[in-house]
């Protein structure tokens, strides 16, 4: 099982930035970020393989970018122009399972991180 833990969220203003960062402790597949807001689903946002093919939630496609750094055993959601509707509890994820980074499926991803809170006032 693949250990994960985030970091990096907290609180701004509309239209300003944020980086989450993932320390995994075994290198894996495809590795994922996810969220979720009380009463709702979790969310796929953004996901990359090892190869460094990605794939976004629309909505966040041209303000996310997610990236991976094997020799730092860390991957990264860097997240600009952030919206109110961006508040969330960020998740990140890990999957061997080679068709995850094709598409942002939560129930693809057998590991996940503990949430780091974004929150983004208008």
């Known amino acids: 099982q693949v250990q994960l833990s985030e970091s990096g969220g907290g609180s701004v203003q509309s239209g300003g930035s944020l980086r989450l960062s993932c320390r995994y402790a075994?290198?894996?597949?495809?590795f994922g970020w996810f969220r979720q807001v009380p009463g709702n689903e979790r969310e796929g946002v953004a996901v990359?393989?090892?190869?460094?093919?990605?794939k976004y939630l629309e909505s966040v496609a041209g303000r996310f970018t997610i990236s991976r750094d094997n020799a730092k055993n860390t991957h990264y959601l860097q997240m600009n122009s952030l919206k109110p509707e961006d508040t969330a509890l960020y998740y990140c994820?890990?999957?061997?399972?080679?068709?995850?980074?094709?598409?942002?499926?939560?129930?693809?991803?057998?590991?996940w991180g503990q949430g780091t809170q974004v929150t983004v006032s208008s």
């Open positions: 994820a890990a999957s061997s399972y080679s068709k995850a980074c094709g598409r942002l499926v939560q129930s693809d991803f057998g590991a």
């Open positions: 075994y290198e894996t597949y495809c």
């Open positions: 990359i393989d090892l190869n460094g093919n990605t």
